[in-house]
């Protein structure tokens, strides 16, 4: 193995070939770990009831390995430049092994969240590293089709991970999802040994801005579990707004300490570049609704349709086929017509998938989710070729670590907030249409009433005592009515998720102002 191979050296010794063998190495690592984003989702029920938990702690899985994920990003730049791509690219393999190492046997919940936190640090630092790479080996007029490459691996690998969840949990157990992901991983470690360039040798560690990684965690970590304890503690309560209050201060120090850094996490001058900007805020509202969508349909047909778990990740394989033969076309598409177009055709698309599923309840068929879910999908492969690749170009090459980094960090918090946000959503609207069906169910009601009759009539048929009939009757009601309150909630979700991508069109109207300003 050659000491310090560059990029030339490799095209030298492999060809111009190289830039796809590079680009399998690296997507077969990313997808290996991003495919953990979503394989979960289809295991919270299970979890829920393994360890007595309700859905709020419960989302935690997702919820602690996103905003791991979303602060690793910032930390790509300074891995880099410490130990150079190649080594960055296996140290965090090795990372994510440990992580599935620690969530696989857990005896407790607490360590299925540590698992979670180092498989996201992993999954975080690898995105805008595969990233660059690709952007670094492709030649100028076919870089929208590497960043299809790439948005094929990050977005289908969390589109067919309810599936192999499913299939896995109803095969074995629920915590052989941990280990699905290791042969790929293991595969990516070998391939990048010898494939990804850059030395593997000793260097001296660049500066490294200790006190923002502690700001902008403490500001993660209070913001999310504010969101997530809300419901539980009281929105008013004094826990809920002092984590608040500190996610708010601790976020204004962290731009404050951003700006006077000498290496800061976080490049404030990128923004300063209009392009790149309306990219990031395109990037952050998508990655909001994408993840929030992501999390919601697999828990839907699980808690509402009564899927099982190899059901509920199979209603989106179909959508994840059409984001596979899509992403390779919509990267092709990219390099020949302004980013603005497609991304808008992809948000509206995404908008009327997420609509179209607030009509669904338990009587909704397989199929009908199963394109509704595609509708949705399809936007999703419109949107991040052409949306990544514009970031990228806007951008110096010595900027690129950096512009790769801040823009998965913006997509990963949107996306941290967004699961956060709809669970708050859909539990607030549940309760609120859980009192308001309850307030009808009065005597005089005579829909209830006559339901209730045939209930008791049932009961009576079925050789229960009578001293049971009226309980047993107004028990069933009262789970319908739970039942009705749950599905009407998951579609004010999916309605709020359909109105984020509508509004992600404001960004994308600067976008098209920056490129018609640069002839684009």
């Not at 052409?386 to 801040?406: E, F, I």
Request: charged share 10%; hydrophobic share 55%.
């Amino acid at each position: 193995m050659a000491s310090s191979p560059t990029i030339e050296d490799r095209f030298a010794q492999f060809g111009p070939n190289y830039r796809y063998y590079v680009a399998f190495a690296g997507m077969l690592g990313v997808m290996s770990m991003v495919l953990s984003v979503t394989i979960v989702n289809v295991a919270v029920p299970s979890v829920m009831g393994a360890y007595g938990i309700g859905q709020d702690l419960a989302q935690w899985m997702a919820t602690a390995f996103i905003a791991t994920m979303t602060l690793s990003q910032l930390l790509n730049n300074w891995l880099v430049e410490a130990f150079g791509q190649r080594l960055t690219f296996l140290i965090v393999i090795v990372v994510f092994f440990l992580g599935t190492a620690i969530a696989a046997t857990s005896p407790t919940y607490d360590f299925i969240i540590l698992g979670r936190i180092l498989q996201g640090f992993s999954a975080g630092v690898s995105q805008p590293l595969v990233m660059v790479m690709l952007f670094q080996v492709f030649p100028e007029n076919r870089r929208g089709l590497a960043m299809g490459l790439y948005g094929m691996a990050i977005m289908l690998a969390p589109g067919i991970g309810p599936f192999i969840g499913g299939l896995a949990i109803d095969t074995f157990s629920w915590r052989y999802i941990f280990y699905i992901p290791l042969p790929f991983s293991a595969a990516a470690f070998i391939l990048g040994a010898f494939l990804m360039p850059g030395p593997i040798e000793r260097r001296r560690l660049p500066p490294f801005d200790w006190s923002g990684i502690i700001v902008l965690s403490i500001a993660l970590i209070t913001l999310l579990s504010a969101m997530a304890d809300g419901q539980r503690f009281g929105w008013t309560s004094n826990v809920i707004l002092a984590r608040a209050a500190i996610s708010i201060c601790a976020i204004g120090l962290f731009v404050v300490l951003q700006l006077r850094s000498k290496a800061p996490l976080l490049d404030m001058s990128l923004f300063l570049n209009p392009g790149f900007t309306a990219a990031v805020l395109v990037a952050t509202v998508f990655g909001f609704g994408n993840m929030a969508s992501s999390y919601a349909i697999p828990v839907f047909v699980q808690t509402v349709g009564g899927y099982s778990a190899t059901e509920a990740g199979l209603v989106l394989i179909p959508a994840g086929l059409v984001l596979m033969a899509l992403f390779p076309v919509s990267g092709r598409f990219a390099d020949r017509v302004p980013a603005h177009y497609p991304i808008m055709i992809g948000l509206l698309c995404f908008a009327l998938g997420a609509a179209l599923m607030t009509a669904t309840d338990t009587n909704t068929g397989f199929w009908t989710v199963a394109i509704f879910t595609m509708v949705g999908r399809f936007g999703m492969g419109l949107i991040m070729p052409p949306l990544v690749s514009s970031a990228m170009r806007s951008l110096k090459p010595d900027q690129l670590n950096r512009g790769s980094g801040t823009l998965n960090f913006m997509r990963q918090l949107g996306g941290s907030v967004g699961i956060n946000s709809l669970v708050v959503l859909m539990a607030q609207r549940t309760q609120f249409h859980s009192d308001a069906l309850t307030a009808t169910q009065t005597p005089a009601n005579p829909v209830s009433r006559e339901f209730l009759d045939a209930i008791v009539n049932l009961l009576d048929e079925s050789g229960v005592p009578l001293a049971l009939h009226q309980s047993g009757a107004l028990h069933y009601l009262g789970r319908v009515i739970e039942a009705q309150a749950a599905t009407l909630g998951f579609q004010d979700g999916f309605m709020f998720i359909s109105i984020v991508f509508v509004c992600a069109l404001v960004p994308v109207w600067i976008l098209k102002r920056v490129g018609q300003g640069k002839n684009v």
